[in-house]
C-alpha cells in the first residue's frame, strides 16, 4: 500500500518536472526560431557594400551605412544625455536621500516613467524638443527623447547596483575618516560599476531599438548623405526597417531581412557585452 | 596603580534611539591613557552605543537626541563644530566581524592614509610595516602585500582591520568585541597585540566574554540597560565587586 504511494509520488514528482522543463523549452523556443529565421532571411544580403553602401534605387538596392551610422549617433547621443544624468540620480537615491515622502514619490516617478508606452515619448519629444525648444527634427531631440525613455531603465538598475555593495564597506570607510562623498567614489562606486553598466547597456539597448520616439523627433525616410550636425535629422535602422517594410512597394524581401539582421546584431552585440561584464565582474567580486 | 592621565572624559552621557529605545542614561566615565578600558556587560547594554559615540559613527545611526559632554583631552567632541573627520583619524575602530575592503592587503592598510590625501609612497610602506608589526601580522603577510585581503584567513583579517586603523597613527583605538567570530589561536594573537597597543595608544574595548574582559582590563566598567552600575580597576571589579548586580555577572549568574 505504501509502496504504491511513494512510486505514484515519485511518478507526479518526474511528471512535474517533465512539464516545467517542457514549459522552460517553449518560452526559448520562440527566440531562438526568431534568430534562426532572421539569419537564414538576411544572411544573403549581408555583403561589405549592404554595410558601407548607401542606399540607392528609392532604396531597393545598395546599402544601408546612414542607418547604421545614424543608430550609431543616436544610442551614443542618448548615452551622453542619460549616463551622467541617471547614475547621478542613482547616487542621490542611493547615498544621499533620506526616505521621506519626496524620496518616494521620486521612485514612484520612476517607477511610472518605465510604464509609458514608446510612442507617449514620440509625442512628447515633438512637443518639448521639437517645437517648443526649436530643436527641429534632429539627432538632439531624438537623443533628448530617448534619454528621458531610458532614464527610469539606469536609475533604477544604477540604483540596486549600488546599494548591493555591503554597508559595512561604507561604515569602514566612514570610520577610516573618509567623507560620504570619498567613500562613494573609492569604495561604493567602483563595487557597483558592473551593475551600472549593465543597465545602461541594457537601456541602451532598448533606446537604440526604439522606433517610435524617434518617428516624430529625428528619423528621416531617406537621406542621400550622413548627418553632420547634432541638428541634422538622420536615418536609423528600426525606422529604416519600418520604412522598408511598410512604405516602399515592390522591396525585395532580403533587403528587409538584412536590415533586420543587422539591428539584431547591433543590439544583441549590446547585450552580450552587458553579460559578459556582469559575470566577469561576479567572478572576480570580493565580497 | 599609579595616578594616570584621562585620556576621555565622558560626562553625564545620554543618548535616545529615534525608534524610542534609551540606549545610554547618564554615563560619567573617565577613560585613562595609555590603559585599556574594558566595557562589559550583557547584550543590549550599551557599550557599543558608548563605543560608537566616541567617534561619533552613532551620526550614522537614527539617533534622536544626545546630551551630555564627551571630552577628548578636554575637547567636547560632541560639539557640532567639532571635525568629525579628523576625530575618526584619531579615534580608530574596529569591528565585530572583520570588514576587509575588497582591495589588496596594501590597499586596505593605505586606504585611510589616501583618504587624508598622504599619497607619499616611503610614507604608506612605513606605515604599512608599523601598523602590520604592531598587529602582529607582519610576519604572515610582509610578502603578499598585493594579494587581495579577501584571501586571509578571518584571525588574519581581523588583525589587518586592527593594523589598518593603526595605520592613521591615532591616539584611541575602540574595539567592538573584535574577537567575537575567532578561534581561540587568533583571539591570542589579538589580545597579544592589544596587550602591545596600549603602550602607544589608549585602547576602549567591548570584550566578547567575561573571561577577555579579565584578562585584558586595566580598568573595567560594567554596564546593563543603559546605566553604568560599577567602574573600577580591573584586578578590583573582577576580585572584589562592589555591587551585587557586578558580582553575579562576573561570577556568571545571569548573562
Redesign the interface.
Known sequence: MSNFFTKNRELTQKLGFSLLTLMTLLTVIPIIGVVIYIIAQGAPAISWEFITGFPRDGMREGGILPAIIGTFYLTLGTAIFSVPLGIAAAIYLSEYAAENRLTRLIRLAIINLAGIPSVVYGLFGLGLFVLFLKFRTSMLSASLTLSIMTLPVIISTAEEALRAV?Q??R?????????RW?TIR??VLP?ALPGIITGVILGLERAAGETAPILFTGAAFFLPRLPHSPFDATMALPYHLFVISTQVPEMPIKIQYGTALVLLVFVLGMNVIATFIRSRARAK??? | MVKRMNKIVIENLTLKYTDGTESLNGISLNIVANATTVLFGPAGGGKSSLLRCL?R?ND?ADVESVSGRILLDGVDILDPKTDV??L??KV??V?A?P?V??FSIRGNLT??L???GENRKSRHDEAIERSLKLAALWEEVHDRLDE???ALSGGQQQRL?LA??LA?EPEVVLLDEPTSGLDPISTSKVEAALHELKKLYTVVLVPHSVQQAARTSDYAAFFLQGKLIEYAPGTDIFTNPQTQRTEDYVTGRFG
Open positions: 555591503p559595512s564597506f561604515t569602514v570607510s566612514i570610520s577610516l575618516g573618509g567623507t570619498q573609492r569604495t563595487q567580486r570580493q565580497w | 567617534n559613527l550614522l573627520i579628523a575618526r583619524r580608530g575602530m569591528f566581524r570588514v575592503l575588497p586606504y585611510g589616501e583618504l587624508a587581495p585581503a579577501i582591520c589598518r586603523s592613521l
